[in-house]
Every structure is written in structure tokens, then in C-alpha cells.
């Protein structure tokens, strides 16, 4: 079992560095390491594919393919999907873009004084702001039983105006 250290062919690569730090390799064949991590994994190098799953997903080989390429003295570029190449890059916006229309708007030309405008807000509308909130569903309200009258209400003893009966 070999420790992976942190360069590949005297560069170092900056994503890869802090997961490489504690994993360990072990090889099983030609072409599968298992890489003892937290969980370890199993890497099949000419299949490109790891039990992480990551690198059957970016089609880039992740952490532990990182490891096991570099214990099997294979270069890295080799196993990088050539989408991810500068050629690639350079092939995709070689030709012109041309615009879609928006064939879904209308054309607006100029203000004909016809244009129904949002109404202004600055004021705030007449009258006492509420001082009751609103209440939300699910939420029961407490009733005040008023301890002069006997009434449910919104009125307790202080503010009570029911006059009393004898």
C-alpha cells in the first residue's frame, strides 16, 4: 500500500490536493485500485470509472482516479474527456452565434400615449394603520372573557362600558 502525496509529474493540481492528503492505494490488477479513503473506493482505469461515482459523471477523472492514475505512472490528460480541451473550446465558438428573434413579444415602436402605465404608489392610503395582525391558518386566537359583564369580547374590566345590573 502506497501513500499518495500531492504532485503529479512535478505540477501540482490545486482542486485535488486537500482530498488526496489522507488516501492510500492499493492495486488489484493492471487496471483496479481500490483507494482507502473515508469510504473507500474502487477505481477501474480502463473502464474510467470510480464507485464514487464522480468520474462517470463529469467524464474528469476525480480524487481517487487522480491517485490511482498517478500510482499506475498513467498521464492524466490521457483520461480527460477531449471536450474539456483547449481544441474543443476553440471548435465551439469558432463560428459566429447568430441571435434567436423573439418571436413571442410584440415590437414596441415609440410611445403613442396609449401605454397603460402602473399606477403611482408614493402615498400611503388614508386612514389608521391596522394594529391587528392578520391570522395565519392553524393559529387559534385566545377569547378575553370580560370579568365585569360576563361577555366574550374584545373588553376586559378596565375598559369595560356595559352598565352593571343589580
Same mark, same amino acid.
Given at each position: 500500500?502506497?501513500?499518495?502525496?500531492?504532485?503529479?509529474? #512535478?505540477?501540482?493540481?490545486?482542486?485535488?490536493? @486537500? +482530498?488526496?492528503?489522507?488516501?492510500?492505494?492499493?492495486?488489484?490488477?493492471?487496471?483496479?485500485?481500490e483507494v482507502w479513503c473515508n469510504p473507500?473506493?474502487?477505481?477501474n482505469i480502463a473502464s474510467r470509472s470510480?464507485?464514487?461515482?464522480?468520474?462517470? =459523471?463529469?467524464?474528469?477523472? +476525480?480524487?481517487?482516479?487522480?491517485?490511482?492514475?498517478?500510482?499506475?505512472?498513467?498521464?492524466?490528460?490521457?483520461?480527460?474527456?477531449?471536450?474539456?480541451?483547449?481544441?474543443?473550446? @476553440?471548435?465551439?465558438?469558432?463560428?459566429?452565434?447568430?441571435?434567436?428573434? &423573439?418571436?413571442?413579444?410584440?415590437?414596441?415602436? #415609440?410611445?403613442?400615449?396609449?401605454?397603460?402605465?402602473?399606477?403611482?404608489?408614493?402615498?400611503?392610503?388614508?386612514?389608521?394603520?391596522? &394594529?391587528?395582525? =392578520?391570522?395565519?391558518?392553524?393559529?387559534?386566537?385566545?377569547? =378575553? &372573557? +370580560?370579568?365585569?359583564?360576563?361577555?366574550? #369580547?374584545?373588553?376586559?374590566?378596565?375598559?369595560?362600558?356595559?352598565?352593571?345590573?343589580?
Open positions: 500500500m502506497e501513500r499518495c502525496d500531492m504532485s503529479y509529474h #512535478g505540477k501540482e493540481i490545486q482542486g485535488v490536493v @486537500q +482530498c488526496v492528503k489522507g488516501m492510500a492505494i492499493s492495486r488489484s490488477s493492471d487496471d483496479l485500485y473507500s473506493v474502487s477505481v470510480c464507485s464514487c461515482g464522480e468520474w462517470q =459523471i463529469n467524464s474528469f477523472p +476525480c480524487a481517487h482516479a487522480f491517485c490511482a492514475l498517478k500510482r499506475a505512472g498513467k498521464k492524466l490528460n490521457d483520461y480527460v474527456d477531449h471536450y474539456y480541451s483547449v481544441d474543443a473550446f @476553440q471548435n465551439t465558438y469558432s463560428k459566429s452565434i447568430n441571435p434567436v428573434p &423573439t418571436i413571442w413579444k410584440d415590437v414596441i415602436v #415609440g410611445f403613442d400615449g396609449n401605454v397603460l402605465l402602473p399606477p403611482l404608489c408614493n402615498k400611503r392610503p388614508p386612514g389608521r394603520p391596522r &394594529t391587528e395582525r =392578520i391570522p395565519s391558518t392553524g393559529v387559534k386566537s385566545r377569547k =378575553i &372573557t +370580560c370579568r365585569r359583564c360576563g361577555q366574550v #369580547g374584545r373588553h376586559n374590566r378596565a375598559r369595560c362600558k356595559e352598565p352593571l345590573q343589580h
